[in-house]
């Protein structure tokens, strides 16, 4: 299966010189808790979530409407082609640790998003013949690299 037949085309997106305010609320009118961040021509240069939103908040001390998307945002991107198989995506997936790869097409601009839920939900799907236990199987383990990312990137909180 292609990348393409899984992907969610409907993506919304913010801009690096976009106020952090703006971002937040392209999250919360749309449901999700992270964007890619596009340059003029679609391409992806960024990546924000709402955790990056709220730490930009707490370790800045400003308001949002005082702060860039640029500022906050992941500057590492990493992405997927539309034409991808999806296992090698799943794979990227695992070996960075990340729940959500923007998708671009042959010209680099952004045309969807491949979500660890997305995938998810497919192996929910019970399929002719029965469940497809080889996906369930690579979720689980997608789910288990993001969390062990999740656990030694996070730094202890210092109290006063």
Not at 78 to 88: P, Q, R
């Amino acid at each position: 299966m292609k990348v393409e037949n899984m992907m969610n085309r409907e993506v919304k997106t913010c801009h690096p010189q976009d106020r952090l305010n703006q971002g937040a609320q392209v999250m919360w009118e749309n449901t999700c808790g992270a964007v890619p961040v596009v340059d003029q021509q679609s391409r992806p240069v960024g990546f924000l979530t709402d955790r990056d939103i709220c730490m930009a908040a707490y370790t800045q001390g400003k308001r949002l409407q005082e702060m860039t998307v640029e500022g906050a945002m992941s500057h590492k991107i990493v992405t997927c082609h539309a034409d991808d198989d999806l296992s090698a995506a799943m794979r990227t997936m695992a070996e960075t640790g990340l729940r959500r790869l923007p998708v671009t097409g042959q010209d680099g601009s952004l045309v969807g998003i491949l979500s660890l839920d997305d995938i998810a939900c497919e192996a929910g799907r019970t399929m002719r013949g029965g469940v497809n236990l080889e996906l369930r199987s690579q979720v689980a383990d997608i789910t288990i690299a993001v969390c062990r990312g999740r656990v030694k990137a996070r730094a202890p909180i210092k109290s006063d």
